[in-house]
């Protein structure tokens, strides 16, 4: 029975935060944090891989235009453990993830799944304000069901999940502002590099496949009202409702040029990111990652760790390419992760469910 059957409290009734990690400087590997803060349309306070715009070196390489998909790292400690048997051992944080879940097919989430860190708010401590998890950021949602068992070694799609502590950054939207480092961690990066969204050049289409195109359309002709009502950033890079925000990643990628996985991830985001807003009284302030894809595993791996990279990258037996490495997300609300925090499932209500690919 896939997830799509099932709900998902059936599916990932135990879904848990096993680790995250945090790194203000460029390394293949993160050092584990007590905590980490998730900044909506930014990524994780103080890592390098922060920003409305690419932040990885080879990304930046081609075009440091394009959107930053890859906000967040996730990846399932189920696959620490299978490839432990195969003579590997990768702790959390070793391939360069944010958030190490547990009991969570990470690969087998459809592309614009949310994943929700910490209690539901019917179910939190007495004592714990809602601020604690991040209703200071600019968009609203619906509280999705319980999640979690371990992923499938095969599947091929991934999200990744990340955190935060509720603070939103006063940056305008569209800016490349990097957010102060994590709690827990040892120093304060510095802002990566990398020009905003403000920079990149205009006039690019978003084309996407079929069952997308209307999402995508609204993209390419979103308005200020559009933005407004979101209470992010607008697509011409300007500030509203104090700037920031998911949407401020759809409106870099409205000046790039895209190739066919990333709008179709783009527009996913952002039909994912009005519903959230529309969501209004009955929003769900908990720290929240939007999947939009799935790790490209590369060469650096093999230098981590010798060998390892034939374990996370092959194909199916129909010769397509199956990537294993961890899922990609987009930070939608902002707040703290932990360790042992609880993760809710939410798959995609308003586009058709499609398997993750790269971004």
Do not use: W
Not at 95 to 121: H, K, M, Q, Y
Not at 236 to 262: K, Y
């Amino acid at each position: 029975m896939s997830v799509d059957e099932r709900s998902p409290a059936e599916a990932f009734p135990q879904a848990l935060v096993a680790a995250v990690s945090c790194n203000d400087a460029h390394s293949f590997s993160k050092p584990n944090r007590t905590a980490i803060e998730l900044v909506p349309g930014l990524g994780v306070r103080g890592d390098v891989h922060a920003g409305v715009t690419v932040r990885h070196r080879s990304r930046v390489a081609v075009d440091p235009a394009q959107p930053n998909l890859r906000q967040v790292h996730l990846i399932h400690a189920e696959l620490h453990e299978e490839v432990r048997g195969t003579g590997y051992e990768v702790p959390p944080g070793g391939l360069g993830e944010n958030v190490t879940t547990s009991g969570v097919d990470l690969l087998a989430l459809p592309c614009g799944t949310i994943l929700r860190f910490g209690p539901p708010v019917s179910t939190r401590p007495a004592g714990i304000p809602s601020s604690e998890a991040g209703t200071d950021t600019a968009v609203s949602a619906n509280p999705g069901a319980a999640a979690s068992p371990s992923p499938s070694s095969g599947a091929a799609a991934s999200p990744s999940p990340s955190s935060g502590a509720a603070a939103s950054p006063s940056s305008p939207s569209g800016a490349a502002a990097n957010p102060p480092s994590p709690s827990g961690a040892a120093a304060n990066p510095s802002p990566p590099s990398g020009p905003g969204p403000d920079q990149a050049g205009a006039g690019s289409a978003l084309a996407v496949s079929s069952g997308l195109g209307a999402v995508s359309s609204s993209i390419a002709s979103a308005d200020a009202p559009v933005f407004a009502h979101l209470g992010v950033g607008m697509a011409d890079g300007s500030g509203l409702g104090g700037g920031g925000g998911p949407l401020d990643v759809v409106g870099a990628a409205q000046r790039a040029s895209l190739d066919g996985p990333t709008a179709e991830a783009v527009a996913v985001l952002a039909a994912v990111v009005e519903a959230e807003a529309a969501s209004g009284a009955v929003a769900d302030g908990r720290p929240a990652v939007v999947i939009t894809g799935l790790r490209n595993p590369c060469q650096q791996i093999n230098r981590f760790r010798p060998g390892l990279l034939k374990e996370v990258l092959g194909k199916d037996p129909d010769g397509r390419i199956v990537r294993r490495a961890g899922v990609m997300g987009v930070v939608l609300r902002g707040g703290t992760v932990r360790p042992g925090d609880s993760i809710t499932v939410e798959l995609p209500a308003v586009v058709p469910h499609r398997a993750l690919d790269r971004v």
